[in-house]
T-cell receptor, first 113, second 111 residues
């Protein structure tokens, strides 16, 4: 069965650079969630989209933005990167009202030097 | 504000033992609760999901229970194996869709 796809899997950036993370949800899933997991930490919710509209917002810095496109894939854009942005970034998807299980992608490991 | 706590933070058991992982949450008005497994540096694998109206769910050697009124869930692992070694996370959905995670229990099963 198809799973959530994230790209790239690894990303190394310098401070103050920008990064774009991509997420391709499971086919026919309409909701995408982004989470950030710092070293030794539990995942923290950043933002979610339902049917291409932002549905909820968590502790996402103003330097980050995200959107969901017409094909339901989502991109997380990160600017003015800081050392503290180094983390695993997970995308998850589900089908609202049909399946409540959130399926997670393998994550993108971002390292900011 | 929903807070999720997992006890213990780490657990080491010999192979073959049955074990229980605990998860507690402060706001009982949850939509569902999900248990995940995470291997070091890897993604999250969903193990079991319990709806707020359910008391337990079973999958193979895993059994998860939910007592919403007391704000508790347990994950029972029967006949543990070295391959069960991982971090186990519980996460609560408060109807907004987003998951609020506990800090996890790091399980080590010794051969």
């Amino acid at each position: 069965a198809a799973g959530v796809i994230q790209s790239p899997r690894h990303l190394i950036k310098e401070k103050r650079e920008t990064a774009t993370l991509k997420c391709y949800p499971i086919p026919r899933h309409d909701t995408v969630y982004w989470y950030q997991q710092g070293p030794g930490q539990d995942p923290q919710f950043l933002i979610s989209f339902y049917e291409k509209m932002q549905s909820d917002k968590g502790s996402i810095p103003d330097r980050f933005s995200a959107q969901q496109f017409s094909d339901y894939h989502s991109e997380l854009n990160m600017s003015s990167l800081e050392l503290g942005d180094s983390a695993l970034y997970f995308c998850a998807s589900d089908l609202t009202g049909k399946t409540d299980t959130q399926y997670f992608g393998p994550g993108t490991r971002l390292t900011v030097l | 504000k929903q807070e999720v706590t997992q006890i213990p933070a780490a657990l080491s058991v010999p192979e073959g033992e049955n074990l229980v992982l605990n998860c507690s949450f402060t706001d009982s008005a949850i939509y569902n609760l999900q248990w995940f497994r995470q291997d070091p540096g890897k993604g999250l694998t969903s193990l079991l999901l319990i709806q707020s109206s359910q008391r337990e769910q079973t999958s193979g050697r895993l059994n998860a229970s939910l007592d919403k009124s007391s704000g508790r869930s347990t994950l029972y692992i029967a006949a543990s194996q070295p391959g069960d070694s991982a971090t186990y996370l519980c996460a609560v959905n408060n109807q907004g869709g987003k998951l609020i995670f506990g800090q996890g229990t790091e399980l080590s099963v010794k051969p």
